[in-house]
């Protein structure tokens, strides 16, 4: 059975630094795309990063590129995000998402579909 | 990087048909057959129901559909469940190598 945690959340103050991780279990955690998805309170799902199986390809929404940097540890079989100079905008519950193949971003290979969730992180930015 | 458009709300009896719309651009609905379409209830992470435009993944019942026409996908709901009273949400992949998410649509059984 495929399952996702992920851990990290907290209060953080405008400025600061998280990092979430999301550890993976029940598959093979290199062979598959692995993307972080936010939804502030009340509103919709927003797709945040991705990154190849391999770790080797990175890709984010426009919104948090140079702020926001998704990682992962195939040994450890586990993936990261780390958040830098947080607004108050970026308080959501954060969710790591296992996509359907080791590819993403080339367009031709590729599954762009989540198959598994995690139970989300809450990450609130406040003074 | 504009959100895919979906109705905000849809309303339907037990037993009845609705579908929901999911309107894109020639930059990722209308180019790429990477669309899917997530459930999700309150306080619940979202669960995948339709992908890559029509499939359905393992235990999914097939009183939910998914089609494609132009820039915008769809998704029908066959005889309508109280339990299916929940958020759904269309993704799509882009030409900028990202994925969007529809803003939303709340499914109202009546």
């Known amino acids: 059975e495929v399952q996702l945690l992920e851990s990290g959340g907290g209060l953080v103050q405008p400025g600061g630094s998280l990092r979430l991780s999301c550890a993976a279990s029940g598959f093979t955690f290199s062979s598959y795309a692995m993307s972080w998805v936010r939804q502030a ?7 945040v990063s991705a990154i190849s199986g391999s770790g080797g390809n990175t890709y984010s929404a426009d919104s ?61 930015v406040s003074s | 990087q504009s959100a895919l458009t979906q109705p905000a709300s849809v309303s339907g009896s037990p037993g009845q048909s609705l579908t929901i719309s999911c309107t894109g651009t020639s930059n990722d609905v209308g180019t790429y057959n990477y669309v ?68 939303g649509t709340k499914l109202t059984v009546l």
């Not at chain 1, 607004?87 to 590819?103: F, G, H, L, Q």
């Not at chain 2, 899917?36 to 939910?64: C, D, E, M, T």
């Open chain 1, 64 to 124: 948090v590129k140079g702020q926001f940097t998704i990682s992962r540890d195939n040994s450890k079989n586990t993936l990261y995000l780390q958040m830098n100079s947080l607004r108050a905008e970026d308080t959501a519950v954060y969710y790591c998402a296992k996509d359907n193949s080791p590819y993403f971003g080339s367009g031709r290979y590729g599954a762009y579909y989540f198959d598994s969730w995690g139970q989300g992180t809450l990450v609130t």
């Open chain 2, 36 to 103: 899917s379409w997530y459930q999700q209830h309150p306080g619940k992470a979202p669960k995948l129901i339709i992908y890559s435009v029509s499939y359905r993944p393992s235990g999914i019942s097939n009183r939910f559909s998914g089609s494609k026409s132009g820039n915008t996908a769809s998704l029908t709901i066959s005889g309508l469940q109280a339990e299916d009273e929940a958020d759904y949400y269309c993704s799509s992949y882009t030409s900028s190598s990202i994925v969007l998410f529809g803003g």
């Open chain 1, 41 to 47: 309170p009340g509103r919709g799902l927003q797709w």
